[in-house]
């Protein structure tokens, strides 16, 4: 029996042994199933305004032997010159660097170190830019990291106005600077100095009299010529030769009416011109007799002249590999960029035909502004990519990218205006953009390149994107509503019928709707959108069926299903559940408001804000809903008995926007005071503040994996955070980690006594009171040549071998360790090793230790003071064993003269004792008194040879000296 209960109770044992073991894995298994809250976030990409008009060039420097350059462009952006990734079309730098005005280079106003005309030679390697004050300065471009550095300044360029065009000549030794003053300038490159002056010629065959301002300016495509064409305000061109002094050599063209914008060479037979005029200008060139260079002089025959209808702002001419074929690109007010072509036969007349022009589609529109500029893109044959040939700036700071075929390839938007609102589009790496205009953009986060869907004929206020990422829905000023296919930018579906702007919008949540077709759902079964508009009301739109957007192109017209009076006053957002059962209205009149999905009855009101609501958002895990107000708080409202849960505080301005991550248990919030926040739901904390705006952060929104947040401001930046809590934590482990493997390490070395590696070890890890210690044992285990312990002779061996890092950071622990009395015997002895190995002047001259050593001067003189009073009162003790009769006193006297003389030759002393109302001073502390006579100054003898009955006191006190000589005189 009793074999039996012990083997039940092993038994027994042995299943609560498994039993703890299987709690174990289980708990270990659900620490592993808990998701890990989010610490921390940083930014990953950027965009922000990079060009606000004005010249675009494109660089493409790489070292020599290198093939993989990487492209960039410079814009000029706000007065700066941005140096922009021209892949990404994010800004890497700018020229200038600084942003908004400074007081002393601002005059009215206006800020005189901007940038006005800036131009880049032919290499690549060098930017000449001119500011409003008229200064000139040049520039390199570093080929590795795309850097600027300012060369040399070459002072005020001449003109009485500001400077407006800038060109290189084809050698890179000549460059033109063209003004509003009418005149022309030729620089030498090499030299800075000026070498000709052109100005607009009076009367007769001048072209005109008075300031003419310069408005094109180009040099003939030629190395061996030193031809430049001037286009100026009133229409007239002329044509200089650098080489030719004789005014009578000057080719004068007024064929045009109003400003000429372009000109431009095909090869040695023919000039292109165009203008404000509406016109484009074919010229032959025509030889006749030689010039005083003996050059052949050319005479321009107008030959062909184009009525285009519009304002021409921008032509360039195509290179073609056939040599009989001329190709010139126009854009211009209407926003429409056309080709024209004209074949060049020996022996014809060539005339320019409309040969295409751009689809209508993606043509920016009259509109809109038109285009303002058009560029050609000398760089898609290096980087061999022929379809980005030409690049077109639109009225919006939009740069496209066009293919030789006139189509759009890509976008790089270089100012956003004000970003009032964004959405994350599922399953791609996008986010649609309302800005302060009728367009709505769409971003790929990867390449910041843009597509822009344009329908809207007022600015749109609010976007929203289906949960499967196919369709959006964009709302705004103009009252209506209009959904888009995401994949094609199409427009295929519109809602009207509120009497005011529309402010907000909503579109269901649950995926499985946007599948249903037929009379489900026309009959409500599918896919529908909410709305709320400045007029109070909310309403909710059935969209179309599947299968009436995929087989017809036809944009649908929408009527509500059902309406409702909202609120009181205007209403900022609108949310709908992701079951789709709730929807949740935020207003200015404070409150929140829940409705039932399907027919707008309302089903309760959220009050305690107060202030208006801005955001509300409904938690993807629990039934719980997030407010935001303008009373810098955040709520956290119960779904089951509409009961406010949590109140976040911290926000110091109006909280705009509120989201929930993923995993529902932590929120992000913006406001606007530019800071995003995070906070953990749980313990009402915030965990981290993001800090990348400027100014209101109006648009906030996460991925779905809720590792990528993306927010947009009234700043027009654009950036793109990232979730880095887990890589800090495993840094975090790694460095913890090393720091053990190299604490082990120490440990070891110092055990076998081998200082070197031991101090190496701990200046790594960074162990103050660690290396104090080898430093110690160092200056304690060493000896010198003479078998004697010689603390300098020893650290002045190691200080030989450290490098000027090393010593800079000994010496700031030096500075600290000096603090402390009973460490200042070490940090001096170190000092001293230090300062008499290495020279002076390689210490100076190191950064950071002139203000170490400034910094351990004070304390090491008040050690040295507090040495000497320490030495200066230990003659009491000699003088109480003396009067006690233990010393022999002529010995003693001896004794004590040759360790007064040594003291007083080693201390700082500068004047011998004096005695001042009886009493002897020395060095401004009272030693001995009376009997010294009248002279008021002694001798050393006389302050050795006193009388035992003449000594009154030792010490500061006067009072306890008095009392002391009244009863030695009794």
């Known amino acids: 029996m009793v074999s039996e209960d012990t083997d039940d109770e092993s038994m027994e044992s042995v299943e609560s042994d498994a039993s703890v073991e299987e709690k174990k894995e289980e708990s270990s298994d659900k ?3 808990i998701p890990s809250l989010s610490k921390s976030w940083a930014i990953t990409a950027a965009h922000m305004p990079t060009y606000t008009g004005g010249k675009v060039s494109h660089c493409y420097q790489r070292n020599d032997g290198d093939t993989s350059g990487r492209p960039f462009i410079l814009l000029p952006v706000h007065g700066d010159l941005a140096v922009v990734d021209a892949g990404r079309g994010v800004k890497m730098g700018t020229l200038r660097g600084d942003d908004g005005l400074d007081d002393e280079d601002e005059e009215d106003g206006v800020d005189l170190d901007a940038i006005s005309s800036y131009t880049l030679d032919n290499k690549d390697r060098i930017i000449i830019t001119c500011t409003r004050n008229n200064v000139l300065h040049q ?30 000549h084809t050698s890179n030794v000549f460059l033109a600077t063209g003004s509003v003053d009418g005149t022309v300038r030729i620089w030498d490159v090499r030299g800075g100095f000026v070498t000709h002056v052109f100005r607009p010629l009076e009367g007769g065959d001048g072209g005109g009299s008075g300031r003419l301002s310069v408005t094109a300016l180009h040099w003939r495509n030629d190395v061996g010529e030193l031809v430049v064409a001037i286009g100026r305000d009133d229409g007239s061109m002329t044509i200089h030769d650098l080489r030719e002094t004789n005014e009578s050599s000057i080719i004068v063209l007024r064929d045009h009416v109003s400003s000429v914008t372009s000109m431009d060479w095909w090869r040695q037979d023919f000039f292109v011109s165009s203008g404000r005029d509406a016109i484009l200008n074919l010229w032959r060139l025509v030889p006749c007799e030689k010039g005083k260079s003996n050059t052949k002089k050319m005479q321009y025959r107008r030959i062909q002249s184009i009525p285009l209808y519009e304002q021409v702002e921008g032509m360039v ?137 344009d329908g809207h004929s007022a600015t749109v206020l609010s ?8 369709f959006l829905a964009t709302c705004g000023k103009d009252k209506t509503m209009r959904i888009w296919r995401v994949n094609s930018s199409q427009c295929i579906a519109i809602a009207t019928g509120h009497t005011e702007p529309i402010g907000a919008c909503g579109l269901s949540r649950r995926i499985g709707r946007y599948e249903v077709g037929g009379k489900a759902a026309s009959n409500g079964g599918g896919a529908f959108a909410v709305t709320a508009s400045l007029d109070r009301t909310l309403k909710r739109w059935d969209l179309p069926g599947l299968d009436q957007v995929s087989k017809s192109t036809e944009i649908h017209e929408l009527s509500a299903a059902s309406s409702a009076r909202g609120h009181d006053k205007d209403i900022n957002i609108v949310a709908i559940a992701p079951n ?107 965990e981290t503040t993001m800090d990348g705006h400027s100014n209101k952060v109006w648009a906030l929104d996460t991925t779905m994996d809720g590792k990528t947040l993306v927010s947009g401001g009234a700043d027009s930046r654009l950036i793109v955070w990232e979730d880095n809590t887990q890589q800090i934590q495993d840094e975090e482990l790694s460095r913890e980690a090393e720091t053990v493997r190299l604490n082990q390490m120490l440990e070891n070395h110092l055990f076998h006594r081998e200082f070197d590696a031991a101090l190496e070890i701990a200046l790594r890890v960074d162990k103050p009171m660690a290396v104090l210690k080898i430093i110690t044992s160092i200056i304690e285990s060493g000896y010198d040549d003479k078998g004697k312990r010689n603390a300098l002779k020893i650290l002045q061996g190691h200080v030989k071998n450290w490098d000027m890092e090393r010593v800079g950071k000994i010496l700031k622990y030096c500075r600290d360790w000096n603090t402390r009395a009973r460490n200042a015997k070490v940090a001096m002895v170190l000092v001293k090793a230090i300062v008499t190995t290495i020279p002076v002047d390689k210490l100076s001259s190191y950064s950071g230790i002139p203000e170490t050593l400034s910094g351990i001067t004070p304390y090491a003189e008040r050690h040295f003071d507090r040495i000497d009073r320490l030495y200066t ?37 500068v004047l011998p004792p004096t005695v001042v109302d009886g ?26 040879n006193f009388d035992d009955d003449s000594v009154q006191t030792i010490g500061e006190s006067s009072t306890e000296s008095s009392s002391t000589a009244e009863e030695s005189s009794d």
């Not at 759009?408 to 959405?423: A, F, S």
């Not at 976007?463 to 196919?470: A, D, M, N, T």
């Open 317 to 453: 001419i195509l290179p073609s590999e056939s040599s009989n074929e001329m190709n010139v690109v126009t854009a211009g007010s209407k926003g429409l960029v056309r080709l024209w072509m004209a074949s060049v036969v020996p022996g014809q007349t060539p005339q320019l035909v409309l040969n295409m022009e751009q689809p209508i589609t993606q043509a920016f529109g009259e509109a809109r502004g038109g285009y303002l500029g058009l560029f050609l893109n000398h760089l898609s044959k290096a980087i061999n990519n022929a379809d980005d040939c030409i690049v077109v700036a639109d009225a919006e700071h939009n740069l496209s990218f066009l293919s030789s075929k006139l189509t759009v390839n890509r976008t790089i938007v270089g100012h956003n205006d004000e970003i009032l609102d964004l959405k994350v589009i599922p399953e791609s790496n996008s986010v649609v953009v309302a800005t302060n205009s009728p367009q709505t953009r769409i971003f790929d986060l990867d390449t910041f390149s843009c597509r822009v869907m």
């Open 463 to 470: 976007v929203e994107v289906s949960p499967c990422g196919r």
């Open 580 to 686: 789709d059962s709730l929807v949740a209205t935020g207003s200015q009149d404070k409150t929140v408001r829940l409705w039932n999905a399907v027919d707008l009855t309302p089903k309760a009101v959220l009050k305690g804000h107060r202030r208006g609501v801005w955001d509300c958002q409904f938690s993807p895990i629990d039934r719980v809903l997030a407010t935001c107000s303008g009373d810098k708080t955040i709520k956290l409202w119960s779904l089951g008995d509409f009961s406010c849960v949590r109140t976040f505080q911290g926000h110091l301005a109006s909280v705009l926007r509120v989201r929930f991550l993923r995993t529902g248990l932590q929120l992000v919030s913006s406001g606007a005071d530019g800071l995003i926040k995070l906070w953990t739901i749980r313990t009402n904390e915030c």
């Open 873 to 909: 009162t230990s003659f009491m003790l000699d003088f109480t064993l003396r009067g006690l009769g233990i010393f022999d006193a002529a010995a003693d006297d001896t004794r004590r003269a040759e360790e007064l003389m040594t003291w007083e030759s080693a201390s700082k002393l």
């Open 31 to 33: 620490t592993n199933s």
């Open 139 to 168: 520039y390199s471009i570093s080929p590795d990291d795309r850097s600027t550095k300012l060369v040399k300044t070459w002072g005020r360029s001449g003109h009485t106005l500001p400077v407006s065009h800038m060109e290189f």
């Open 919 to 944: 009493r002897i001073q020395v060095g401004g502390k009272d030693i001995v008194a009376k009997g010294i006579g009248g002279s008021g100054r002694a001798s050393l003898g006389d302050i050795l």
